[in-house]
């Protein structure tokens, strides 16, 4: 394959500029394991580098997309061999690395995860970094020391990527789950992902109280910002949020309050450097803690060549649940 075909993030006098173009492969970064890509997806970040909402892209020209799965072509690191099934989340992936949104790429063989046995390259990226990203977050909360008997969580943003995986997570592993959206006409969607009530998102975006009534033991935010805050300050005593979006804003508006008056945590989930033992476990955890039908009810496909349109919807709200890109 001398070129392929590849989304392209181009520097133009005016910002960038994003289209489907021919890649010579002979442009491909320095890295000891080559992959066929099979399946990427679109995430949040994804969208703001191809519509050039944010400066998320660090060098041009560049291949988008931040995660993919696929085969191993060839390899010349001692882990992998011709044939292997992976994954690839961050790592600067569509950053400063040339992307997922094309039929080959070269990386790094440490940023590899193994598929695992009982899931396909297109679940996994049915779950791609949005879900995975979710995953961390449970984790983080279990590791505070939640469990279903401390009392309701809520997911904010919960009709987008993170948070209907959250939602999903969450609700099997046997806690109650406030789903906290501001698209009403999802409430059914929600529900049948586990959700036990729908929060309107009008109710964490007011002004924000250093203290607000205790409502919930915990939560995963994918949204940043005011919205964040009032989460926090709606946290019981003790309790712990998992932050990992900014679709709201990267601001916090809050007070020390919640932390110094009822002891509430604040972890941050960081998916892109995150250390390959902890990106393994949630990959494991994910083979096993994720409802498939919940998984395939969220997801929806498109080609290679309607990525723009999906990254524009993203950034505009638009998107329910998770969009798998078949490469190729």
Same mark, same amino acid.
């Given at each position: 394959?001398?070129?392929?075909?590849?989304?392209?993030?181009?520097?133009?006098?005016?910002?960038?500029?994003?289209?489907?173009?021919?890649?010579?492969?002979?442009?491909?970064?320095?890295?000891?394991?080559?992959?066929?890509?099979?399946?990427?997806?679109?995430?949040?970040?994804?969208?703001?580098?191809?519509?050039?909402?944010?400066?998320?892209?660090?060098?041009?020209?560049?291949?988008?997309?931040?995660?993919?799965?696929?085969?191993?072509?060839?390899?010349?690191?001692?882990?992998?061999?011709?044939?292997?099934?992976?994954?690839?989340?961050?790592?600067?992936?569509?950053?400063?690395?040339?992307?997922?949104?094309?039929?080959?790429?070269? %990386?790094?063989?440490?940023?590899?995860?193994?598929?695992?046995? @009982?899931?396909?390259?297109?679940?996994?990226?049915?779950?791609?970094?949005?879900?995975?990203?979710?995953?961390?977050?449970?984790?983080?909360?279990?590791?505070?020391?939640?469990?279903?008997? @401390?009392?309701?969580?809520?997911?904010?943003?919960?009709?987008?990527?993170?948070?209907? %995986?959250?939602?999903?997570?969450?609700?099997?592993?046997?806690?109650?789950? @406030?789903?906290?959206?501001?698209?009403?006409?999802?409430?059914?969607?929600?529900?049948?992902?586990?959700?036990?009530?729908?929060?309107?998102?009008?109710?964490?975006?007011?002004?924000?109280?250093?203290?607000?009534?205790? *409502?919930?033991?915990?939560?995963?935010?994918?949204?940043? @910002?005011?919205?964040?805050?009032?989460?926090?300050?709606?946290?019981?005593?003790?309790?712990?949020?998992?932050?990992?979006?900014?679709?709201?804003?990267?601001?916090?508006?809050?007070?020390?309050?919640?932390?110094?008056?009822?002891?509430?945590?604040?972890?941050?989930?960081?998916?892109?450097?995150?250390?390959?033992?902890?990106?393994?476990?949630?990959?494991? *955890?994910?083979?096993?803690?994720?409802?498939?039908?919940?998984?395939?009810?969220?997801?929806?496909?498109?080609?290679?060549?309607?990525?723009?349109?999906?990254?524009?919807?993203?950034?505009?709200?638009?998107?329910?649940?998770?969009?798998?890109?078949?490469?190729?």
């Amino acid at each position: 394959m001398a070129t392929f075909k590849a989304m392209v993030i181009e520097k133009t006098e005016t910002g960038t500029k994003a289209g489907l173009a021919d890649f010579d492969d002979a442009g491909l970064m320095d890295g000891d394991v080559t992959v066929h890509v099979e399946y990427s997806t679109v995430n949040y970040k994804d969208g703001l580098a191809l519509t050039g909402k944010a400066p998320v892209v660090r060098r041009f020209p560049m291949i988008a997309g931040i995660d993919f799965a696929g085969t191993v072509e060839s390899s010349s690191h001692a882990g992998w061999k011709a044939g292997d099934k992976v994954i690839v989340n961050g790592w600067g992936l569509g950053e400063t690395h040339l992307g997922a949104y094309a039929e080959r790429a070269r %990386v790094k063989g440490d940023w590899l995860v193994r598929l695992p046995a @009982s899931m396909s390259t297109r679940e996994a990226m049915a779950i791609g970094t949005a879900g995975y990203t979710a995953m961390l977050s449970v984790m983080e909360l279990e590791r505070h020391g939640l469990t279903p008997a @401390s009392g309701p969580v809520a997911v904010t943003g919960a009709a987008g990527g993170v948070g209907s %995986v959250a939602v999903a997570l969450l609700s099997k592993l046997g806690f109650s789950v @406030s789903a906290v959206t501001g698209r009403g006409e999802e409430a059914d969607y929600l529900k049948g992902l586990g959700a036990a009530e729908i929060v309107e998102r009008a109710a964490l975006t007011g002004p924000v109280k250093m203290l607000a009534k205790e *409502r919930w033991a915990g939560g995963v935010d994918a949204v940043g @910002s005011t919205t964040l805050a009032n989460l926090l300050s709606m946290t019981r005593y003790g309790g712990a949020v998992a932050a990992c979006g900014l679709a709201g804003g990267m601001d916090l508006p809050t007070t020390v309050a919640p932390f110094i008056l009822r002891g509430v945590c604040l972890y941050g989930i960081d998916s892109v450097m995150c250390p390959l033992p902890r990106r393994q476990e949630a990959w494991k *955890r994910l083979e096993s803690d994720l409802d498939r039908p919940k998984l395939a009810a969220m997801t929806r496909e498109i080609g290679l060549s309607e990525v723009s349109e999906a990254a524009a919807a993203i950034i505009a709200g638009q998107i329910r649940g998770r969009v798998v890109v078949k490469i190729g």
